[in-house]
Each structure stands twice: as structure tokens, then as C-alpha cells.
């Protein structure tokens, strides 16, 4: 039989049609699956994007964008590295998925920015490796870090400035990450820029409603009766709690030569410690004078700042902003917030026109209540001013008219006993006038907690303690007004040394203390029923007394006998001007 050439020609010819139509029906249906699968993908992608701008706040925000950034990649681990606003870009917060808590901890410190992840913030473009030990920028990993091969870094930009990193690392299926894992990733971490950027915007927004809020408050409370040293305090902690602040303190004056600290908030408040800072050459005075806010980053450096890390019981202070107390008048103080080192970070996150306005609305408010606190003043004054005429022109003026009368009976009365009497009876009357006279001395100064008698009277009171006595204590005129602050600190000074002498060496049993206050002098008395003094001790113990008299321009009498007691006199003009008595 013959073959059949054209028979055999059209089976080989089926075959290889057929074969080729295979090749083709699988290339169509590869092409097919890849089209579904980049749907797929893309679908995914939108419902990712979706996710993540359902959120407003940016820790939740940057959870979504971790957890679609894994299932997209089909990634182990994600991390995204927050870069710090400051100059220094570093990355400032990190946060991350896919290790446990347990391997978190045995790794220990979260990464800061070297290697490749510095290799991103120096230049943010995407970076794609199969094995990231082999790139010359890797650092390798510290202990008890779990293997990680595949790597895939993409930045995150809102506008023009990048907010920071996000890396993949470890494809599940053991591959490498594809250049299809990298688009889908970079269209994320775009949609991550804007919704990132609606959470930042919704978070401003919220602070500026909590400084509204805390500006609010301040304001309804001080419209109440509440004292201005309290709306100080509300002022500091308010400031510090919507800041994030660690610290908050409030230095008041106008004069930068002359400004106090007076209320701190987050750290303890010695008022003491805290009024024995200088002000004078200060961050704060710096502000009262120019009235324009300062900033500094680290208040242990600046030379300008006063540090009150030195106050004990205050953390270690990092950055600081130092806001002034603005009113129509000029500048009544600064506002300071203070955070930590370790907690710098919330320091960049505050807009500082936020509490600046809110500084000047709490002066405001402050000033509403100075007005009230001045205004009860002035009618505790007035009140005080009838009480003091009333004595002086009614009571004083009736008990001479019994005093008189007493002396005319006595000079009429020849019995000796009935003579004593009476004459102890207008000593008494006498007496009780300049008791009275110094009620009213006392009642044209209201009492405050830093006024000279009030101060006279504490060293007096500490003095009995150590005795195991109370001192007479007595005042003769208008201490409270004539004693200005350039005398006080001589004549408590004085006072306490005084009677520190008689603890020490008098064994007295009886003190007493009197300042006599005239015209145009003051007179300090201390004197005891001790067994009086030596002459060395009367030239080495008194010198510093005496010292102090000579440069105000007074003196000081010792009277002092063995077994009889002793009696320091110091007296110094109240108008006289200070001079050395060493100058020529």
C-alpha cells in the first residue's frame, strides 16, 4: 500500500495547530487571571484607601495603613517610622505590626533611624530588596529579632514634606517583593499622606477647641468670687494639662528688673525656693521686655534661661516656650511651658500661637479679677478707715475725759492707798489709749502673708519656740506702713539675731520685744532678766547689729549688767538714705 502523502501532511498539520492553539488558550487565560488578579488588587487597594480615611484619629489612622499595607504586599511585618518636625530629622515614633509583645520586649529599644531606614529619610524614593543583610547600608538586627529577608521601604509625603517611612518586610510566600507590590504600595502610602493629613488637621482642630474650652473655663471662674492667686494656679494647670506640657509656671511683673515666679503646675511649689530665683537676666524678663514669645530647645543650655531643674523635686527640663502675659497696658508676665527631655516630641507638636492666645485671654481674665480683688479692697479700706475715726475722734476722746477726771480726783484725794489707786487706774487708762491707737495703726494696712509685722511676729513666735517662751511682743505706730522693703530685711535681721543671743547665752526668763515706730525713726528693743552679758561678747556678738544701724545711719545701746539682764536698743532714721560708713 502506498502512503498517502497529502493524508500524512494533514494529520501533522492538525497536531501542530492544535499545540498551538494550547499555547495560546493558556497564554489567554494566564493573561485572563493576571487581568482578575490586578482587579482583585485594585479592589483591595480601594477598599484599603477607604479603610483608612475612615479614621480621624492618627493612631488609628497609621494602624489602618499598616494592616493594608501587609495584605496588599502579602507581608510579615510592617513598621512605619513618624519623622520629627524639628530640623533634625529623626524618626521620632515608630509603630508596627506583626511581632508579638513578647519578641517586642526581648528586642528592646525601637529603631531611631540608621541604616537603611536612614539610608529612606536621607532619600525618600522606594526601595526594593531581595535580601536586605546584602545592601552596604544595613546595620543587621540586635538580639532576639526575628528573620527578615525581603524588604520594601516607600515613603509618605503630604504635600512636599515627607511625614515619614513605611517598610514591609518578609513576603509570606518566601518570594520577593514585586514591582506590582511596590505600585499598589506607593498609591497607598499616597492615600496614607491624605488621610494622615485629615487626621493632623482634625487633630489641630481639636486642640484648638481644648484651648477654647480651657479659655472658657478660666473666664466663668473667675467671674465668681475667686481669689486671684487661685485663678493663677487654674491658669498653670490648664495651660500644662492641654499642652502636654510637663511643666507650666507663671512669673509676673512688668518691670524685668523685678519679677516674681508665683504659682508652678506639675512640679512642687516651694514659694520660698521658688521667689530665690533671679529674674532679673532671664528668658522671662527677655519676653516682658520685647513682648515677643521665646523658644528654646534645651533650657540647660541656653544661657538667657533661668533653670528651675535646680528647685528640688523638678524633673530635668528639655525644651521650653516662654509665652507672654499680654494686656492693654503692656506685659504683666510670661507663661512658661516646660517638657522633659524623653518627652520633647510633644513640644513640636504644639502650635505655639494656641497658648499664646490662650495666655492673653487668661490676662484678661486675670486683670477682671485683680479689678474685683482691688474694689473689695478699697471697701474693706473704707470700712476699716470709719472703724479707725470712730475710735480715734469717740472712744480715745471719752476715755481722756474719765482720765482726767481720775487726775482730778487724785489731786484732791489725800488718802495714800485711794491715791495708788487711781494712779494705777490712769496708767491703765494710758495704756489701753495706745492699745487703742494701735488698732488703729493696724487697721490702715490690710493683712497679707507678706507684710513686715506679720514677718516681725513670725521670727518672734520661732524665737519662743527655741526658748521654751513667749516673748512680749509690742508695737508702738504705723509699722506696717512706715517699714518699706529696703528696711525689712535689716530690722528682721536684727530682730532675729537678737534673740538668738538671748536663746543662747541670756537663761532668761522673760523677753520682751517692742518697735517703736515715730515720725521719723524706728526704735528695735530686746531686752531680758537674764545674767546679762560679758564685755567680749558685748563688742563681738553686737558687731553685725551695730554694723547694720551705722549703714542705715542709726545706732545701737547695749545695756547690760552681770545678774541684771540686758537691753539692745537699735534705732535708725526711716527717710535717712543708706551710706557706707567705710567710704572716705
Known sequence: ???DPGGHGRTGGQDLSQAAFDDLLREVLARVDGVLDEQARLRHLLDAVVGVAADLSLDGVLDRILSAARALAGAQYAALG???????RHIRTFVHQGMDERTVA???DLPTGHGLLGLLIEDPRPLRLAHLSEHPASYGFPAHHPPMSSFLGVPVRIR????GNLYLTEKIDGTEFTEHDEAVVVALAAAAGVAIENAQLYQEAAHRQAWLTATAEITSMLADDTSTQSALQVVADRARSVSGADVAWLVLGSDPADLRLEVASGAPADMDDMHHLSMERSLASTVVRTGRPEVVMDVSSDPRAVDPSSIPGWPVLGPVMVLPLRSGQGVEGVLSLAWTKENAAGFHRVDAALPASFAEQATLALQVARSRDDRQRLALYEDRDRIGRDLHDTTIQQLFAVGLGLQGTFNACSEP?????????IMDLDDTVKDIRRTIFALGVLDTSHDIQSEVERVVDRAGATMKLRPVFRVDGPLRSAVGAELAPDLLAVLSEALTNVSRHAHASTVAVRIAVDVDELALTVSDDGIGMDPVHLESGLANMRS????LGGDMVVDSRAGAGTCVT?????AAPRHDPTAG
Open 548 to 551: 547694720r544701724a551705722r549703714r
Open 160 to 163: 512636599e514634606r515627607v511625614f
Open 417 to 425: 492707798q485711794v491715791r495708788d489707786r487711781i494712779e494705777r487706774a
Open 82 to 88: 513618624v519623622l520629627s518636625p524639628g530640623p533634625q
Open 1 to 3: 500500500m502506498e502512503d
Open 106 to 108: 526581648d528586642v528592646g
Open 570 to 574: 537699735w534705732t535708725v532714721p526711716l
